[in-house]
Each structure stands twice: as C-alpha cells, then as structure tokens.
C-alpha cells in the first residue's frame, strides 16, 4: 500500500480499483484528503484518478454481474420473494447505488452494483450514477484537503459517524419520497 501511495495519482488510481473490489471504508477518503492538503494541484489529479479507478473498478463489477447475473435470476425468478426484490429493485435502486458511492461510510455499494448489474440496469445509466456520486465525493474530499490541510484527515475520521450517516439517511428519506411521489402522481 505504501509504494501505492508514493506513486501519487497513479497510486491512487491503482486504489480506487482496488476498493471497487475490497472496500477499504474511509481509508481512501483520508487518503485524498492528506495528498491534496499537502499538495493541492495532485490533490485535484488525485480526485480525477479516483473517480476514473472507481468508474472502472464498479463497471467490472457491475459487467461481470450483467454476464453471469441474468443466469442466476433466470433460475431464482419465480419466486415471490425475487419478484418482489426485482420490483423494489427496478423502482428504488439506483438510489441505493447513488447513495454508498456518495458518502465515505460502510455500506453495501458492491451488493446493490451486483444487483443493478443482475437486474439488468441499463450501462449508462448506472455508469451516470457512479461518476455522478463519486466526482462529488472524491472532489468534496480533495476540496477539505486544499481548504483544511492537514486537519482534513482528522476532520473526515471525526465526522464520519455520525454526522455522514445522518446525512445519508437523509438523502435516502429525500431520494426515496421523490420517487414515492413521481410513482404516485403518474397513477
């Protein structure tokens, strides 16, 4: 990991693809945030590797699902309880892909990655949401880092919880009326 951050950018490239596989929860934020305290100008190359690493490192994931995904719910899709999952799936769930590739907290963006890829989720749609949640996430986060320098760290760690939480279930209380609300006025 070491040599991975001595490469600046590119390490941080390498990482973001890394943590599209194995999530490394807040480590890599922190780490955006000290490169672009100490030097702003890769600080901002840093977020644009790390939007790129994660773009790519979801889209396999999500390919991948796509490819072998649709094999399992041919066998799994008579049940009521995948056709109710589907159903939720189809109305809600490109929220809970937004939401996990926005905030820098635990939550499960590669299972709702694999289900979108599953489900069949259209690609550029699903490739809008992840660039979307992750250039304002890893751009927020190099954006503290040049404003806060070397407090940036400890400020992300300090307010990950509960502050990024509360804020999370308010996106998803704000996300989730919104669509509630466009499905009830099309009926």
């Not at 596989?21 to 600080?43: H, S, T, Y």
């Not at 320098?149 to 990950?160: D, R, S, T, V, Y």
Request: charged share 10%; proline share 5%.
């Amino acid at each position: 990991m070491d040599a991975l951050v001595a490469w600046g950018p590119l390490g941080i490239l390498v990482l973001a693809v890394l943590d599209s596989a194995v999530p490394l929860a807040g480590v890599f934020d922190v780490l955006i945030a000290v490169f672009a305290a100490q030097r702003p100008a890769i600080g901002w190359w840093c977020a644009v590797c790390a939007v790129i690493g994660s773009t790519a490192g979801n889209y396999a994931l999500f390919h991948a699902a796509r490819r072998g995904g649709r094999r399992y719910l041919n066998d799994a899709a008579g049940s009521p309880r995948a056709r109710k999952f589907r159903a939720w799936f189809e109305r809600y769930g490109l929220i809970t892909v937004f939401i996990p590739a926005l905030l820098p907290i635990p939550m499960p963006l590669k299972l709702f990655v694999i289900s979108a890829g599953a489900l069949g989720t259209g690609t550029g749609t699903f490739l809008a949401v992840v660039i979307l949640a992750r250039t304002l996430r890893y751009f927020s986060i190099a954006w503290l880092g040049v404003n806060l320098g070397k407090g940036a760290g400890p400020f992300l760690l300090a307010h990950i919880w509960p502050d990024f939480v509360v804020f999370a279930v308010l996106l998803f209380v704000t996300l989730y009326g919104a669509v509630w609300f466009s499905g009830r006025r099309r009926t």
